[in-house]
């Protein structure tokens, strides 16, 4: 099993950023993909940005140039970087790590922290 925490979300008014945090935890895993999710109420759950490990990124079109997504291998974590925040940011964040263990691939969720942009 892996564990996954993450940190950094609350509030914060309009063109203010953010920096979220998702620490992996556990026994023999590698992590081959982290990536950022978010639910906004009502909505369904979509992919905000992704990274591998080869450091290709990957961002939905309504974030890009404001979203920075980046990995620390030694840490096992995922962090991501939101910058000119708008109010249609507002939602739960998840994290998602796609790992290698025993020679399979798994996926692991957070349990998510809310970001809410109001002024």
């Known amino acids: 099993q892996v564990q996954l925490v993450e940190s950094g979300g609350g509030l914060v008014q309009p063109g203010g950023s953010l920096r979220l945090s998702c620490a992996a935890s556990g026994s023999s895993f590698s992590i081959k993909t982290r990536g950022w999710y978010r639910q906004a109420p009502g909505k369904e759950r979509e992919l905000v940005a992704t990274?591998?490990?080869?450091?290709?990124?990957n961002y939905v079109d309504s974030v890009r140039g404001r979203f920075t997504i980046s990995g620390d291998n030694a840490e096992n974590a995922v962090y991501l970087q939101m910058n000119s925040l708008k109010p249609e940011d507002t939602a739960v964040y998840y994290c998602?790590?796609?790992?290698?263990?025993?020679?399979?691939?798994?996926?692991?969720w957070g349990r998510g922290t809310p970001v809410t942009v109001s002024s």
């Open positions: 998602k790590l796609i790992v290698e263990q025993r020679g399979r691939s798994f996926q692991y």
């Open positions: 990274i591998t490990n080869g450091g290709n990124t």
